[in-house]
């Protein structure tokens, strides 16, 4: 919050910002009824009279969405409801043609969570106010000539888990931390693909400011921005809606007492916010129970049943890489991003002799994996290399059996056979030598031909005029020797 604090020093500007995030649920048909979900299916291909909200027609629950919803409120902490029921909220808009959303509205799935997000001090805990399913309504083209819209209907009924925060962010960086975090716990979890290109992950940010000046407290009125689907928008519009509300209550003085709430655009070409309407309220939406549909009671064996699928959460998963396995920050995150890629390491880290090397091991896979990865298109996970051949690359590399490079040429191999890392190397003269009695001729040759060089590691410079020796010795192993047991015993030789 420097940007608007320190546009007025004499101020005390504290922003405060809450969440409302949609998640499309990864299932194979819609919420009420059979219809598939498909994305960029051909418009209006993908209806059925229940999504279409013919007279008549009757929804039936999609279990498996309703578990996945439950899957991520376990994961989120949440208290989990034993009895929910459905809800239909009234409005009218074109894409929405039965003229209702079906939505929980008094009784959430989930209440109570919280989710840890990264913060500047190691964590920050964001509390989870509720976590219920509802319907997404369709979409409005506004392609084509003329001025006329067309809608598309296809998106009606997919089923979308909402997870609204409490007013717990403070920053437009915890804003967006929150949503990447949140991104990775459900693809984590196997609930949702999160694409944010496909609008599969929407996030709106209600925003406003507390503001201290000479001992009293005002408070913007809060604005709501609509369907953000990229975690740079949302940040840019919270900074942009922090410096406008504190301009405008400079101007004006009207606070959430005197003013409205309003939902705001973003647009993301001019970088700033626009009024589209002063926000409608709970009541307006006349929520009332829906008849055609029962409510949902959950038994024990239920909730144990997805108990058991709620996997390690990622921030979890990569605080344990860090203490347990030594990696670097930055290389647990990236490790962490994809749970295909880190099962890969885990697996390949609990295959390593005696434990050792999963610092390394990590390093690999992000440089010499995720290069070839990324060249096939694919993820780290999808190279036909299996966990213990990563495994094994890594225990050569700590036995110093093969150098960096050589480990690259093995992995190339690899890619095209599934042989033992050792005998591939074998294979390709890649072994280097690093048994003293093997390369004592080797380095009596050298110092014998190489006066001058002897004569410098002698002199002032001491070990470190030791490379050009070290690199005769190499050339006359043809490539096998290893550079650092060399550098120790031409130490050795010259009593460095
Ligand atoms: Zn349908």
């Known amino acids: 919050m420097t940007?608007?604090?320190?546009?007025?020093?004499?101020?005390?500007?504290?922003?405060?910002?809450?969440?409302?995030?949609?998640?499309?649920?990864?299932?194979?048909?819609?919420?009420?009824?059979?219809?598939?979900?498909?994305?960029?299916?051909?418009?209006?291909?993908?209806?059925?009279?229940?999504?279409?909200?013919?007279?008549?027609?009757?929804?039936?629950?999609?279990?498996?969405?309703?578990?996945?919803?439950?899957?991520?409120?376990?994961?989120?902490?949440?208290?989990?409801?034993?009895?929910?029921?459905?809800?239909?909220?009234?409005?009218?808009?074109?894409?929405?043609?039965?003229?209702?959303?079906?939505?929980?509205?008094?009784?959430?799935?989930?209440?109570?969570?919280?989710?840890?997000?990264p913060s500047a001090d190691g964590t920050k805990d964001i509390r989870v106010r509720r976590a219920h399913l509802e319907e997404d309504a369709g979409k409005l083209l506004h392609e084509g000539a003329g001025a006329t819209s067309q809608v598309d209907l296809n998106r009606t009924g997919t089923p979308l888990l909402e997870i609204v925060t409490e007013p717990d962010l403070s920053s437009p960086q915890e804003v967006g931390d929150f949503g990447r975090e949140l991104r990775r716990l459900v693809r984590h979890l196997g609930v949702s693909e999160a694409n944010m290109q496909m609008g599969q992950m929407r996030l709106e940010p209600n925003i406003n400011l507390v503001i201290r000046k000479d001992g009293a407290e005002y408070r913007t009125p809060i604005v709501e921005c609509k369907n953000l689907n990229s975690f740079r928008h949302v940040e840019a519009a919270v900074e942009y809606e922090a410096k406008r509300?504190?301009?405008?209550?400079?101007?004006?003085?009207?606070?959430?007492?005197?003013?409205?709430?309003?939902?705001?655009?973003?647009?993301?070409?001019?970088?700033?916010?626009?009024?589209?309407?002063?926000?409608?309220?709970?009541?307006?939406?006349?929520?009332?129970?829906?008849?055609?549909?029962?409510?949902?009671?959950?038994?024990?064996?239920?909730?144990?049943?997805?108990?058991?699928?709620?996997?390690?959460?990622?921030?979890?998963?990569?605080?344990?890489?860090?203490?347990?396995?030594?990696?670097?920050?930055?290389?647990?995150?990236?490790?962490?991003?994809?749970?295909?890629?880190?099962?890969?390491?885990?697996?390949?880290a609990t295959a390593l002799p005696g434990g050792k090397g999963a610092r390394r091991l990590a390093k690999l896979l992000l440089s010499e994996g995720n290069k070839r990865a990324n060249e096939r298109g694919g993820l780290l996970a999808d190279l036909p290399i299996a966990a213990g051949r990563w495994a094994e690359v890594v225990a050569l590399l700590e036995g110093s059996k093969i150098s960096a490079t050589a480990a690259g040429t093995v992995i190339d191999e690899l890619l095209t056979r599934d042989d033992a890392p050792e005998a591939i190397a074998r294979a390709k003269g890649l072994i280097q030598t690093s048994d003293a009695a093997d390369l004592a001729p080797l380095i009596e040759a050298v110092l014998a031909d190489n006066p001058k060089a002897v004569a410098d590691a002698a002199g002032p410079k001491g070990a470190k005029a030791l490379g050009p020796l070290i690199g005769q010795v190499i050339k006359k192993s043809g490539g096998s020797a290893n550079p650092k047991v060399v550098q120790e015993l031409l130490k050795q030789k010259l009593g460095l």
């Open 3 to 117: 940007d608007a604090a320190t546009q007025s020093a004499a101020l005390d500007v504290r922003l405060v910002v809450g969440l409302e995030i949609h998640v499309q649920l990864a299932t194979a048909t819609k919420m009420f009824c059979r219809c598939k979900l498909e994305f960029g299916a051909p418009p209006n291909t993908r209806v059925c009279p229940v999504c279409l909200g013919m007279p008549g027609s009757l929804p039936v629950m999609n279990r498996r969405a309703f578990e996945l919803a439950v899957r991520t409120a376990m994961a989120l902490d949440c208290t989990v409801a034993r009895f929910t029921k459905w809800d239909r909220k009234s409005y009218y808009y074109p894409d929405l043609p039965k003229n209702y959303q079906i939505s929980q509205y008094d009784l959430p799935l989930g209440s109570a969570g919280r989710l840890t997000i």
């Open 245 to 348: 509300q504190l301009a405008e209550w400079q101007k004006t003085g009207v606070t959430i007492e005197t003013g409205s709430k309003s939902t705001r655009g973003w647009d993301p070409d001019r970088g700033v916010t626009f009024l589209q309407r002063e926000k409608e309220e709970a009541h307006d939406y006349r929520y009332f129970p829906d008849p055609d549909l029962a409510p949902v009671v959950m038994d024990d064996a239920w909730l144990a049943d997805i108990r058991a699928t709620v996997c390690e959460r990622p921030i979890a998963r990569r605080a344990r890489y860090v203490a347990e396995l030594g990696l670097d920050a930055a290389d647990a995150d990236q490790i962490v991003e994809e749970r295909a890629n880190a099962d890969l390491f885990e697996a390949a």
